[in-house]
């Protein structure tokens, strides 16, 4: 069975730190991970995704992902936060027609 | 490109009646679009898949014959709430997989807040 966990419902930074969104997933087989962002009553903008090429994945709005295998981990990071950011974020992981979502995290920006 | 469509964005009904929510491709052909529903503060729960021309495949728990779900085109996916009731009430949301794209590039609509009164 596969499966992604997302570690925090809700993470708070201030404007200009270091976001760090962590997921971490199991699948038999390798997987395919995605990060998508939700903003309030629209549906979903994939941000990056992870397609068995590169383990470090770059994405829109200055996102970007470390897949590592050993920990079977995902995590999100950004280097300095905008207000802009702040958003619900879910890790998916997609594996023969099946997509699976993350719990998701919410993203608070502090000014 | 690969923007998927949702109609209506909102709507509210009264109980025991039924509401169409439309998904459309607008500018790619979709093989599979998926149903998703998302209750307030909470992730997407996959309802159904459905491939054009051919039954919807649906999720353990979900009633088939109070979500309908027609994929009569390859660009058009309709999910029917029948005898809509208060605890219908939630956020859909469509999304497609392109024809001439790998399987694992969803789409997302925009989604539909239904509101069951």
């Known amino acids: 069975a596969q499966s992604v966990t997302q570690l925090g419902s809700h993470v708070s930074v201030s404007e200009g730190a270091l976001v760090l969104l962590r997921c971490n997933y199991s699948s038999s087989v390798p997987p395919y991970l995605f990060w998508y962002v939700q903003y309030p009553n629209q549906g979903l903008q994939l941000l990056l995704k992870?397609?068995?090429?590169?383990?470090l994945v770059k994405g829109i709005n200055g996102f970007e992902a470390e897949f590592k295998k050993s920990e079977t981990s995902f995590h999100l990071t950004k280097p300095s936060a905008h207000m802009s950011d702040a958003a619900e974020y879910f890790c998916a992981l997609y594996n023969n027609n099946d997509m699976r979502f993350g719990a998701g995290t919410r993203l608070t920006v502090k000014p | 490109g690969a923007v998927v469509s949702q109609h209506p964005s909102r709507v509210i009904c009264k109980s025991g009646t039924s509401v169409k929510i439309e998904c459309r491709s607008l500018?790619?052909?979709?093989?599979?679009m998926f149903w998703y529903r998302q209750f307030p503060k909470q992730s997407l729960m996959l309802m159904a898949t459905?491939?054009?021309?051919?039954?919807?495949?649906?999720e353990q728990g979900v009633e088939k014959d109070k979500f309908l779900i027609n994929h009569a085109s390859l660009t058009l996916s309709t999910l029917t709430v029948t005898s809509a009731h208060p605890e219908d009430s939630s956020f859909y949301i469509c999304?497609?997989?392109?024809?001439?794209?790998?399987?694992?590039?969803?789409?997302f609509g925009p989604g539909t807040r239904l509101t069951v009164t």
């Open positions: 459905s491939n054009e021309g051919s039954k919807a495949t649906y």
């Open positions: 500018d790619f052909q979709a093989t599979t």
């Open positions: 999304s497609a997989s392109n024809l001439r794209g790998p399987s694992y590039e969803q789409y």
């Open positions: 992870y397609t068995s090429a590169a383990t």
